[in-house]
């Protein structure tokens, strides 16, 4: 990853397939911002929908707290929609 995000990966090795998720989602924006095509917006798209599933799910299996995991999703789909 060349930025720096408010939600570091290495934050969530313990949160089951978190850590994992933001790393392919930061790497998956950052080739998108370099390479706007259809191909990496479906890509970075695609791998949104299994990162708010997966941020959802911590929080229900209470991994996360309830205010994390929305400020989390808040975060990552500003990241989404601003690069649009």
């Excluded at 089951?16 to 998720?21: A, K, Q, T, V």
């Excluded at 400020?71 to 601003?82: A, I, M, S, W």
Aim: glycine residues 4%.
């Amino acid at each position: 990853m060349k930025n720096t995000y408010r939600y570091n990966p290495e934050d969530y090795n313990d949160v089951l397939g978190l850590s994992d998720d933001l790393n392919i989602f930061y790497q998956l924006y950052e080739h998108y911002c370099e390479n706007r095509t259809q191909d990496s917006l479906f890509a970075l798209m695609n791998h949104w929908e299994n990162l708010f599933f997966t941020i959802k799910h911590r929080e229900v299996e209470g991994f996360l707290s309830p205010v994390l995991a929305s400020e989390t999703r808040d975060y990552l789909e500003e990241l989404v929609n601003g690069g649009l």
